[in-house]
């Protein structure tokens, strides 16, 4: 789904100066929108810089590590330490391009932030959302996000009570018992255009 990436960049942290979950999302839409403004086309035609923008507000905010080791679940305990360093960076480039698309349909007016009645002097956090759709109707989007020494990251969302990572848990879970864990991180390459798995 489209909203998924969309919703990750959102949840990514521009340098927080108020340090609460919901400043993430909310001066997340405030960076996206200055990146894109203007430049959707151009960004359409230009996907190398529209990776560069994407990659520029999430990597540094999106616990890639955690939310990798979530989707592997099982198989992380039993790959080595040069499988994990490569399916995190495969999973998080494949993810990157999958859904690049939902960021030039990006409306900062589509997304509603409700106010947060969580704890955020916790470990773990989630920040609620609704996002407008074209028609009209819109969807909750959750965001569950970690509290690093850096700050809060995020490492999952919540689309209509369906979740990205217990999504991508169910799919390549399959896949590694049909083939395998190496198999399922070639392809993932294959996808992110990465050296190695092309």
Do not use: C
Request: aromatic share 8%.
């Amino acid at each position: 789904m489209r909203l998924v990436l969309a919703s990750l960049l959102l949840a990514a942290s521009v340098a927080l100066a108020d340090d609460s979950p919901n400043a993430v999302i909310e001066e997340s839409v405030t960076l996206l929108t200055e990146q894109m403004d203007g430049r959707k086309d151009e960004l359409a035609e230009d996907r190398d810089a529209l990776y560069e923008i994407i990659d520029g507000i999430l990597l540094p905010r999106f616990d890639r590590r955690f939310a990798a080791q979530l989707v592997l679940a099982k198989h992380w305990r039993t790959a080595n330490e040069e499988q994990q360093t490569r399916f995190i960076e495969a999973f998080y480039q494949a993810l990157l391009r999958k859904y690049a698309d939902g960021i030039l349909e990006f409306d900062p007016n589509m997304i509603t932030v409700l106010p947060f009645r969580g704890d955020a002097s916790g470990k773990r956090s989630k920040v609620r959302s609704t996002v407008k759709l074209d028609d009209g109707s819109s969807v909750s989007v959750d965001y569950e996000l970690v509290k690093r020494k850096a700050g809060w990251l995020v490492f999952n969302v919540i689309i209509e009570g369906v979740s990205y990572v217990r999504n991508f848990r169910a799919e390549l879970d399959s896949e590694i018992r049909a083939s395998s864990l190496d198999a399922v991180i070639e392809r993932l390459e294959t996808e992110a255009g990465i050296a190695g798995g092309e």
